[in-house]
């Protein structure tokens, strides 16, 4: 089973900062195929990027994806107060898992 | 317009099954090559994959809990299900159901508003 880890665990920013949230694979993940999810209190997760760096449908450009491999990043490029939430990363190569979740909180 | 819709008690005795229905609307089950999900998350904690079933009934589970966990589809109803035996406090979680974007096996992105389900005494 590939196990994900996401770190941080907690990011405290403020509207307009850029965040940068890091997903790290026990082992390759194949094809690239690394999700990002968004998920606020009270409400199910919202799908970000797909394929590691494609967004999905109606999800703004500030949101952007990259890595490959073993090493991922979700990048924010500005906060907007609607970006106050957990992420989680998830693999779908092998099977499926999901990361532990980084919580951006606002400074 | 697709949406999922969970069901099921809200309380589980310790040993029982824990139940659980998704009803689709807006979309047919057997319609398209997708595979339909469950996933899982307690309270407070991260995001659990469940299983999930192709529309032809193929069934693949995650491995801590493939010994326990039976998914199943009524295509007649448009609906897929979720059997999880011998509950224990530590399968208390909100449930999910939820499809993906694309057919084939892909990230999720229509999801149900989820139910919680307590296992309890």
């Known amino acids: 089973e590939i196990v994900l880890t996401q770190s941080p665990g907690t990011l405290s920013l403020s509207p307009g900062e850029r965040a940068t949230l890091s997903c790290w694979a026990s082992?390759?993940?194949?094809?690239?195929?690394l999700a990002w999810y968004q998920q606020k209190p009270g409400q199910a997760p919202r799908l970000l990027i797909y394929?590691?760096?494609s967004r999905a449908t109606g999800i703004p450009d500030r949101f952007s994806g990259s890595g490959s491999g073993t090493d991922f990043t979700l990048t924010i490029s500005r906060l907007e107060p609607e970006d106050f939430a957990v992420y989680y990363c998830?693999?779908?190569?092998?099977?499926?898992?999901f990361g532990g979740g980084t919580k951006v909180e606002i400074k | 317009h697709l949406q999922l819709q969970e069901s099921g008690p809200g309380l589980v005795k310790p040993s029982e099954t824990l139940s659980l229905t998704c009803t689709v609307s807006?979309?047919?089950?057997?319609?398209?090559?997708?595979?339909w999900g469950w996933i899982r998350q307690p309270p407070g904690k991260g995001l659990e994959w469940i299983g999930s079933i192709y529309y032809r009934g193929n069934t693949y589970y995650n491995p801590s809990l493939k010994s326990r966990v039976t998914i199943s589809v009524d295509t007649s109803k448009n609906q897929f299900s979720l059997s999880l035996s011998s509950a224990t406090a530590a399968d208390t979680a909100v449930y999910y159901c939820?499809?993906?974007?694309?057919?084939?096996?892909?990230?999720?992105?229509?999801w149900g508003q989820g139910t919680l389900v307590t296992v309890s005494s």
């Open positions: 082992q390759s993940v194949s094809s690239n195929y």
């Open positions: 394929g590691a760096s």
């Open positions: 807006g979309a047919s089950i057997s319609g398209s090559s997708y595979y």
């Open positions: 998830q693999q779908y190569g092998s099977s499926l898992t």
């Open positions: 939820a499809r993906p974007g694309s057919s084939g096996w892909f990230p999720f992105d229509s």
